[in-house]
């Protein structure tokens, strides 16, 4: 089973920026893709953003144009999420997850980001 670790949450001013890094290991068959969830309190799981081994990224609406996604390109087993002009509604626990080549997904524990206005 893959092993995922996220680090780089904190608490910021509205406006400013935090970077997230994600590091996935223990996987046997490759990384197919990894990418950021992110969960406000009384809100659904959305999507943030996604990176494909092959370079391929996709965001959430809500943050296009904000943040960016990136990866490590030796080995697509870690990845950073650039988190540009943070607004309050930002503010949730960031999940990373790791698909690997069987369609397995592996989930980190969670990273809270909080943003203050």
């Known amino acids: 089973q893959v092993h995922v670790v996220e680090s780089g949450g904190g608490l910021v001013q509205a406006g400013g920026s935090l970077r997230l890094s994600c590091a996935a290991s223990g996987s046997a068959v490759g990384i197919n893709n990894m990418g950021w969830h992110r969960q406000a309190p009384g809100k659904e799981r959305e999507l943030v953003a996604v990176?494909?081994?092959?370079?391929?990224?996709?965001y959430g609406d809500s943050v296009k144009d904000r943040f960016t996604i990136s990866s490590d390109v030796a080995k697509r087993t870690t990845v950073y999420l650039s988190m540009n002009n943070l607004k309050p509604e930002d503010t949730g626990v960031y999940y990373c997850y790791a698909l690997d080549n069987r369609g397995y997904t592996s989930w980190g524990q969670g990273t809270q980001v909080t943003v203050s206005s």
């Open positions: 990176i494909t081994s092959g370079g391929g990224t996709k």
